[in-house]
């Protein structure tokens, strides 16, 4: 069992940058993928970036890449997501998701075990 608990999120201005964080409890961290989602109402969650359990690997959605980048601490069991030049349509809810489970398929929630809940990061314009 993994719980994870996102932190970081709060209101910006467009062009701005604001770190959020996830911390995990479980001893089973440092063997599993992580990931960041968001969401907006009305609408499904988003893949945003993914990490592989020694930070070896990253991968970012098209609208974030170059702007935003996802790190690991396995020592002391965060996963972090950097994003920076932020722009108003950035604003969503963000998940911290763990445990990918179906790696052809990452970039669907159902592809991950675990989930945060959420933290709301706002960007005005």
């Known amino acids: 069992q993994v719980q994870l608990v996102e932190s970081g999120g709060g209101l910006v201005q467009a062009g701005g940058s604001l770190r959020l964080s996830c911390a995990a409890s479980?001893?089973?961290?440092?063997?599993?993928?992580m990931g960041w989602f968001r969401q907006v109402p009305g609408k499904e969650r988003e893949f945003v970036a993914r990490?592989?359990?020694?930070?070896?690997?990253?991968y970012y959605s098209d609208s974030v890449k170059g702007r935003f980048t996802i790190s690991r601490d396995n020592a002391k069991n965060t996963v972090s997501l950097q994003m920076s030049t932020l722009k108003p349509e950035d604003t969503a809810v963000y998940y911290c998701a763990s445990n990918l489970v179906d790696g052809n398929n990452y970039y669907q929630p159902k592809a991950w075990h675990y989930w945060g809940q959420g933290t709301q990061v706002t960007v005005s314009s």
């Open positions: 479980g001893r089973t961290f440092t063997t599993y993928t």
């Open positions: 990490i592989s359990w020694n930070g070896g690997s990253t």
